[in-house]
């Protein structure tokens, strides 16, 4: 998905490291793009990227509800420290879901990395 719709509101957001970190070593690992079912949020799915995370209505032929973009990592120096990033919304209610879909992303990333290492 090379272009996306023009957003209904942008909003500046910070994504945990651990999270962050998290879906770039999935996405070292498993290859880019990755798609990851949401668990919590039944018919989404996020598209990782290294460019952009989008999440997805799989029901609803792959609609993009929001999408986390321009992430600000140039020069990042500490893995510590949470990443800045522009949220999209794209769809009148995304704005419900937008932080638990992150944490639901967060826990489905370590379930997916944790299961690969097993291999």
Known sequence: MNT???PLRIFPKKIEAA???????????LGDPLRVT??????LDV??????????DSLAEDQVILAWCDFKIHARS???RPVAANLW?????????????????HQS???????KSKV
Do not use: T
Not at 49 to 56: D, T
């Open 4 to 6: 996306l719709p023009q």
């Open 19 to 29: 999270c962050y970190n998290r879906a770039r070593l999935a996405l070292l690992r």
């Open 38 to 43: 949401l668990q919590k949020h039944r018919g």
């Open 47 to 56: 598209i990782l990227s290294n460019v952009n995370w989008l999440c997805v």
């Open 78 to 80: 500490n893995l510590h």
């Open 89 to 105: 919304l794209f769809h009148s209610c995304s704005g419900l879901i937008m932080g638990s879909a992150l944490e639901d992303l």
């Open 109 to 115: 990333l370590d379930e997916i990395v944790i299961d």
